[in-house]
């Protein structure tokens, strides 16, 4: 099961402290919009999405279709694919895709630990 480009997505009180934090580690801003309190930062293949007052728990993100640079692949398994394939493992979905569209959507599932799973699919 191919999940696409991963990062986490994390719930900060404070997205500058946050920028300025990570950028410290090597962290660079990679895409997002400050002014709407989300920005994704990138230090080679690893991807950090720091999201203030979005949600409440930090987030494990796949997203089909994408490379680690947001590129289209030209190959990969469509988000209602993997929604499918995983709802007949016995995966419980908190959110589900709309089996009936096509192109972008998204689904979330919950780990065992409650740790929420978002499959974003942008493309």
């Not at 289209?72 to 569209?101: C, H, I, P, S, Y």
């Not at 740790?115 to 974003?120: A, E, Q, R």
């Amino acid at each position: 099961m191919e999940l696409g480009a991963f990062s986490i997505s994390l719930a900060v009180k404070d997205l500058e402290a946050s920028r300025k934090f990570y950028e410290k580690f090597g962290f660079k801003a990679f895409g997002g919009n400050p002014s709407k309190n989300w920005l994704i930062l990138k230090n080679g293949d690893h991807v950090i999405g720091l999201f203030q007052g979005m949600f409440d728990k930090n987030i494990l993100t796949f997203n089909p279709g994408w490379d680690g640079n947001a590129k289209k692949l030209a190959a990969f398994t469509d988000v209602r694919e993997l929604q499918r394939q995983l709802k007949a493992q016995g995966v419980q979905m908190v959110n589900e895709a709309d089996e009936n569209t096509t192109g972008p959507a998204s689904f979330i599932a919950v780990d065992p630990d409650g740790n929420p799973i978002l499959v974003d699919q942008h493309v």
